[in-house]
């Protein structure tokens, strides 16, 4: 198997003889089907006999094939189905556990299985046997696609994980058969993938499992020396456990309700966390005791909480209630950290029998309520299933396995805080979440158009991180678009993969308008006027073109025009080649008229900029061109339109080495937004220069960007560099007048190079 250590060894048949008769008798009964029987007594029969010909199947299947400890291989399948006949798994995936390795190891085909058993149990096979193919080498998209396939065949159907879970839960169970040089691999993967995975799922007894098997084969001898101290510690403590014990029994009875109390240890990989991530030594580990109460129902968990509270002094700030507002993964619980005698702190957790098989065994718990009413529309939607949900959406927005590995990894480990929405409805979201994730979690529409944010009642900036109880209102504008900016500071997979997707169909479509301007005005040039567009009788002529150029399509040759990865005029001369071939030639007037008149400025060839280009077009920083200035384009290479000032020294040095890359561009008549450039103010060192000066720049209009104030400390004069926002040279010329005028400053110019800045 690609991803579980079974290392299936054929073994010869004529060898089993040979074994001796005490442990031919085990190894009979562990891979006979007695064993499994006794746990599925919440099937009717006709499914327990489904499930004995997929175990009659898989033992044929199986037949002569050896695990690593000598035992046959069909007791393998067999404790991955016990696993989900404890999860109360239906049927058709307790068929699948028995059957999960028939298609790998044993040659049976998907469609043997689908006449034997039924579609749904193929795919469940099938499903399981793609996620087994999955080699995970070092290779980060090797290793990324292979989760991308796992995750989503789980969002399709959560069984196929369970399966899985179960399928990994006994590999790790005996991994100390394996070669020792494989443990650090399996248990690696085990602890970053499918522990969180089980968590997420709410599956907590597999969870905790899960982790302690690895930790016990990644760290051995860390593993060993911490279950020395536990056990040393709690042969210390037994008599105060008991006392506890004791005590809280008799309150309980004093008030007849009938409880059941259960001791709770924490596992040794949380204690080790606990100590690795705040350098504590074991002693300092204060909570590695504490107590469930199994009571009858809801009301009576804050009861209990009351009589545990008049008996030992609560810690402040140690009470969670997670039954009002339960955990992503459906987790219900009262949470108390109490001062027990001693000094000792004793965690206590209060919830009934239903909320513990919900924390026990999370969304498996939930798939017999599915079995017993599939006419409840809200079943498919508890617990963990709107994760996987989530899942899919992130997956329509991300092509990229690596990427998708990337938004998923957030959302496995959630600490959530939980806030409201201004109609009060609550919102789960990971720790560390802002304005923005909110935005997004309502609806993608919403985070796309988020331009303002209040947290009750309050204006905040977008990258506020929200609180547990917070009141969070979205203000949205209909032409509003996300901000790259945004990807520094959102945590969550979803906002994640929205945001990138917007901004890349926005700079993709931006730079098709630019490239298709571009194209036109080489193919004028050439003395083409009409731009051979979608018509029918062209389609011959771009598909002759895309074979040179190499692209899949016209827009992505368009794109990458846009974005100066391919020259217009080579694709211009090409299409005149091959138009000229099918008989069409140039308009000789228009060709000596775009010759002659490419210099002057009246040239329809050049392109026009008001401003409103985004992504497609840039501003050099070198020099800053602003409307009023004579300019120039360039094509970079990958980069889009940069426009640099005519007499700039980096567009001179681009010219020399590069000048068929340059198109004629030109400011527009009406420009609809502001543009950056330099200001270089010197001024004498004295109280409130820096206020005056910004105040000059204030009443001219002129927006500050960013200052620079240098590093040469306190002399008598110093030198200002702001970066200021302004309409055109007019506009620039009034503010540096006014700066001039200023007391305190000595000159003010429009600097060439504020590349720094």
């Known amino acids: ?219 051995p001898w860390r593993y060993a020396t911490l279950s020395k101290a536990v056990a040393k510690a709690r042969s210390r403590r037994r008599d105060l456990i008991q006392k506890v014990q004791k005590e809280v029994e008799a309150v309980f009875a004093a008030v007849n309700m009938p409880i059941r109390i259960a001791g709770r240890e924490k596992t040794l990989y949380s204690i080790y966390k606990k100590m690795d991530d705040k350098h504590l030594s074991f002693a ?37 209630d997670h039954i009002a507002i339960p955990k992503v993964n459906g987790y219900q619980s009262l949470h108390t950290t109490l001062v027990g005698p001693a000094g000792i702190n004793v965690e206590f957790q209060m919830r009934t029998e239903a909320m513990h098989v919900v924390a026990e065994s999370g969304v498996a718990a939930h798939w017999l309520y599915k079995v017993n009413n599939p006419d409840d529309p809200s079943g498919g939607d508890r617990l963990g299933t709107k994760w996987l949900q989530s899942l899919l959406d992130i997956q329509d927005e991300t092509r990229d396995a690596a990427e998708f590995w990337d938004h998923v990894k957030v959302d496995l480990f959630p600490d959530a805080v939980y806030v409201f929405t201004p109609k009060s409805q609550i919102m789960a979201l990971p720790r560390g979440a802002t304005v923005v994730d909110f935005a997004y ?36 504008a209909p032409t509003s678009t996300p901000n790259p900016a945004w990807l520094g500071f959102v945590r969550t997979g979803r906002a994640r993969s929205k945001i ?108 026009t900029l008001d401003g409103s280009e985004n992504a497609s077009v840039q501003f050099a920083t070198c020099c800053r061109p602003i409307p009023g200035d004579a300019i120039v384009g360039y094509l970079g290479r990958g980069e889009g339109l940069v426009v640099h000032q005519q007499g700039c020294q980096v567009a001179r040095k681009l010219l020399n080495k590069d000048s068929e890359r340059f198109i004629g561009v030109e400011w527009s008549d009406e420009p609809v937004r502001s543009f950056e450039t330099g200001v270089l103010v010197t001024v004498n060192n004295g109280k409130g220069v820096l206020a005056k000066v910004a105040a000059a720049l204030a009443s001219a209009e002129a927006d500050i960007i960013h200052i620079d104030m240098g590093q040469d400390g306190v002399q008598e004069a110093s030198d200002l560099r702001f970066v200021v926002a302004v309409r055109d040279t007019a506009h620039l010329d009034a503010a540096l007048r006014n700066l001039r005028r200023t007391p305190s400053v000595l000159r003010a110019m429009r600097s060439v190079s504020t590349s720094s800045a």
């Not at 694709?571 to 005149?576: E, G, I, N």
């Open 441 to 476: 979690a309502i609806h993608s529409n919403i985070g796309d158009r988020t331009v303002a944010a209040r947290i009750n009642g309050d204006q905040v900036p977008l990258r506020t991180e929200l609180k547990n109880g917070d009141v969070v209102e979205i203000v949205t």
């Open 284 to 320: 300092q580990v204060t909570d590695i005791y504490g107590f469930r109460v199994l009571v009858p129902g809801v009301t009576d968990c804050y009861t209990a909480l009351g009589l545990l509270h008049q008996l030992y002094k609560p810690v402040p700030g140690k009470f969670k």
């Open 500 to 607: 990138r997707h917007h901004l890349k169909t926005m700079a993709q479509t931006e730079s098709e308008s630019l490239g298709s301007r571009l194209l036109q005005q080489a193919l004028r040039a050439e003395g083409i006027d009409r731009f051979p567009d979608d018509d029918p009788a062209y389609e011959a002529l771009w598909e002759k073109v895309l074979r040179f150029t190499g692209n899949k399509s016209q827009q992505e040759l368009l794109t990458d025009i846009g974005l100066g990865k391919r020259i217009a005029n080579i694709v211009a001369k090409r299409m005149v080649t091959l138009l000229a071939d099918s008989g069409e030639r140039p308009d000789a007037l228009l060709l000596t008229r775009e010759r002659f008149t490419a210099h002057e400025s009246t040239s329809l060839g050049s392109i």
């Open 1 to 219: 198997m690609g991803s579980t250590p079974h290392h299936t060894l054929s073994a010869d048949p004529t060898a089993a003889p040979k074994a001796m008769p005490a442990v031919a008798a085990a190894n009979a009964a562990a891979a006979s089907f007695a064993g499994l029987t006794a746990k599925l007594d919440y099937l009717n029969p006709s499914d327990v006999e489904q499930v004995r010909l997929a175990y009659r199947f898989a033992d044929e299947a199986h037949l002569g094939q050896m695990r690593n400890n000598g035992e046959p291989y069909i007791t393998h399948p067999i404790a991955v189905a016990a696993q989900c006949a404890d999860w109360k798994l239906d049927a058709q995936a307790l068929m699948a556990a028995l059957l999960h390795d028939a298609i790998e190891d044993c040659g049976i085909t998907k469609i043997e299985l689908i006449e034997k058993f039924g579609s749904p149990v193929a795919e469940l096979v099938d499903g399981l046997t793609k996620l087994d193919k999955l080699q995970f080498n070092t290779r980060e998209e090797n290793q990324a696609e292979s989760f991308r396939k796992m995750l989503l065949a789980m969002a399709r159907d959560v069984r196929v994980i369970l399966i899985k879970l179960a399928d990994r839960s006994h590999n790790m169970r005996t991994l100390s058969d394996v070669p020792r040089t494989k443990w650090a691999r399996i248990s690696s993967e085990t602890l970053d993938i499918y522990a969180p995975i089980a968590h997420r799922l709410g599956l907590n007894q597999t969870y905790r499992e899960l982790q302690d098997l690895s930790f016990r084969h990644l760290r």
